[in-house]
């Protein structure tokens, strides 16, 4: 069965009344955890994105605090974990100059958990593409914005 295109999924909503748009979004709010979260991020969180993005680098900051770290797989694997987090973030708010900060705190955090980033070349490959990420985000910017987000990106790198 192959799914409608986005553009005869509007023209049908289009069509149904209020009463029935809630009830369909109340239904698909039942069957994926993201689906609820997105929704939670556009009616609660999309309004203040500062204090959205402040709470998602306390998160890792804490998350980095709780990681175990008796051996470098649970430290790659943990690691992994907290960047599929702050990728769905990402998604859901589809700025750049917030993807840049959650980015550049992720990174700032790797870099100072342990100096485990030399000793594991898996753990080294992780904050490289992160790096590799933040200057592709900081080229898609406004120059004026650029040179913020270059020198935070000059002090990850040194």
Not at 36 to 50: A, G, P
Request: proline letters at 1%; glycine letters at 2%.
């Amino acid at each position: 069965m192959k799914p409608a295109t986005i553009s005869e999924i509007q023209k049908e909503l289009s069509l149904l009344s209020q009463k029935e748009l809630l009830a369909l979004c109340s239904r698909l709010l039942r069957f994926k955890k993201e689906n609820k979260e997105l929704v939670t991020y556009l009616l609660f969180d999309s309004i203040d994105q500062d204090g959205f993005v402040r709470k998602v680098n306390e998160s890792v900051t804490s998350s980095f605090a709780e990681m175990n770290d008796s051996n470098v797989y649970l430290i790659k694997k943990s690691v992994r974990k907290i960047l599929r987090v702050i990728n769905k973030y990402i998604r859901f708010c589809g700025d750049t100059k917030m993807e840049l900060e959650m980015r550049i705190h992720f990174c700032k955090e790797l870099k100072q958990f342990k100096k485990e980033i030399n000793s594991s070349q898996q753990l080294a490959n992780i904050y490289n593409g992160q790096i590799d990420k933040i200057h592709k985000a900081i080229a898609t910017l406004h120059e004026d914005l650029q040179g913020d987000f270059v020198y935070e990106v000059e002090l990850l790198e040194i």
